[in-house]
């Protein structure tokens, strides 16, 4: 009973911190975007509206920026910016209020990682809600969902923690840490492929630091990898989009698209 309490308490104390961090942005009943906030969320439209006709959303989408085909934003994974921005359209006739209700969510989930990896390094209440608060209320994590609009690096910081509580875990010799890894890592290639790449090359400095410390064992390293195949399950579908783009276009950076069309086959 005591354990059910202290778990709504925790609930209901994310979600009015999620609404604290989000409310400003809304507070004049409109939401200032950026040019990625624009891509982003005309992407998610226009995977709201193929979802609800029952089909997979295209690679190109059609809607925003004057109707042109906007092949570059698939190269962005949808699939976890999906989980919080689209079902609340389902759900909410108003898309203001389904996009303040995604934004909730996404400060909730953060919280909720945050304090899964704080549950683990300390058994001091005051410290785990204060580490958590402080990952959900700093600046970076903040700038990232209201003034750059980075949709899909903000879902990136969302899922890290839970990469870092898998590593802690499978040290201390619990294969919990294998679910736990694999969940964190599979969303961040559902979310934002740089940070996957970030993410990748800090567990494996890690792990060479281990290694370098003789610290590291066999079973520890065929967690690891259990939890690197269970990554790449949970981001295939994902991985494979990105791949498909890749080899079916010519992509240039910015300063070369002035004098390269950046596209072929159709796209």
Same mark, same amino acid.
């Not at 604290?20 to 950026?34: N, V």
């Given at each position: 009973?005591?354990?059910?309490?202290?778990?709504?308490? &925790?609930?209901?104390?994310?979600?009015?911190?999620?609404?604290?961090?989000?409310?400003?942005?809304?507070?004049?009943?409109?939401?200032?975007?950026?040019?990625? /906030?624009?891509?982003? +969320?005309?992407?998610?439209?226009?995977?709201?509206?193929?979802?609800?006709?029952?089909?997979?959303?295209?690679?190109?989408?059609?809607?925003?920026?004057?109707?042109?085909?906007?092949?570059?934003?698939?190269?962005?994974?949808?699939?976890?910016? $999906?989980?919080?921005?689209?079902?609340?359209?389902?759900?909410?006739? %108003?898309?203001?209020?389904?996009?303040?209700?995604?934004? !909730?969510?996404?400060? @909730?989930?953060?919280?909720?990682?945050?304090?899964?990896?704080?549950?683990?390094? %300390?058994?001091?209440?005051? @410290?785990?809600?204060?580490?958590? *608060?402080?990952?959900?209320?700093? $600046?970076?994590?903040?700038?990232?969902?209201? %003034?750059?609009?980075?949709?899909?690096? $903000? +879902?990136?910081?969302?899922?890290?923690? *839970?990469?870092? &509580?898998?590593?802690?875990?499978?040290?201390?010799?619990?294969?919990?840490?294998?679910? =736990?890894?694999?969940?964190?890592?599979?969303?961040? $290639?559902?979310? =934002?492929? @740089?940070?996957?790449?970030?993410?990748? &090359?800090?567990?494996? !400095?890690?792990?060479?630091?281990?290694?370098?410390?003789?610290?590291?064992?066999?079973?520890?390293?065929?967690?690891?990898?259990?939890?690197?195949?269970?990554?790449?399950?949970?981001?295939?579908? %994902?991985?494979?989009?990105?791949?498909? @783009?890749?080899?079916?276009?010519?992509?240039?950076?910015?300063?070369?698209?002035?004098?390269?069309?950046?596209?072929?086959? /159709?796209?």
């Amino acid at each position: 009973m005591i354990k059910r309490y202290k778990s709504w308490w &925790l609930l209901a104390l994310f979600f009015a911190a999620s609404v604290i961090m989000t409310y400003p942005a809304f507070s004049g009943h409109f939401m200032k975007l950026t040019m990625d /906030g624009g891509i982003h +969320l005309s992407r998610m439209e226009s995977i709201f509206e193929m979802i609800k006709m029952g089909k997979l959303p295209p690679l190109v989408n059609f809607i925003g920026l004057g109707n042109h085909g906007n092949a570059f934003n698939g190269m962005y994974p949808w699939v976890s910016m $999906a989980i919080f921005f689209v079902l609340p359209r389902f759900f909410l006739t %108003s898309p203001m209020y389904a996009l303040f209700a995604s934004y !909730v969510l996404i400060n @909730i989930a953060t919280l909720f990682n945050a304090y899964l990896l704080t549950r683990e390094l %300390s058994k001091d209440t005051r @410290i785990r809600l204060f580490a958590t *608060l402080f990952y959900g209320f700093n $600046a970076y994590h903040l700038t990232l969902l209201f %003034s750059r609009n980075a949709v899909g690096e $903000a +879902l990136a910081y969302t899922f890290a923690p *839970l990469v870092l &509580l898998g590593c802690f875990q499978i040290w201390r010799g619990r294969t919990r840490g294998i679910l =736990h890894i694999a969940l964190g890592m599979g969303m961040i $290639a559902n979310s =934002h492929v @740089i940070s996957l790449f970030l993410m990748v &090359l800090f567990l494996v !400095v890690l792990e060479f630091s281990r290694l370098i410390l003789k610290k590291i064992t066999w079973q520890e390293i065929i967690n690891f990898v259990i939890a690197g195949g269970l990554a790449v399950l949970i981001g295939f579908y %994902s991985i494979t989009n990105i791949i498909k @783009i890749s080899r079916a276009n010519h992509l240039y950076t910015r300063e070369k698209i002035s004098t390269h069309s950046g596209f072929r086959d /159709g796209y």
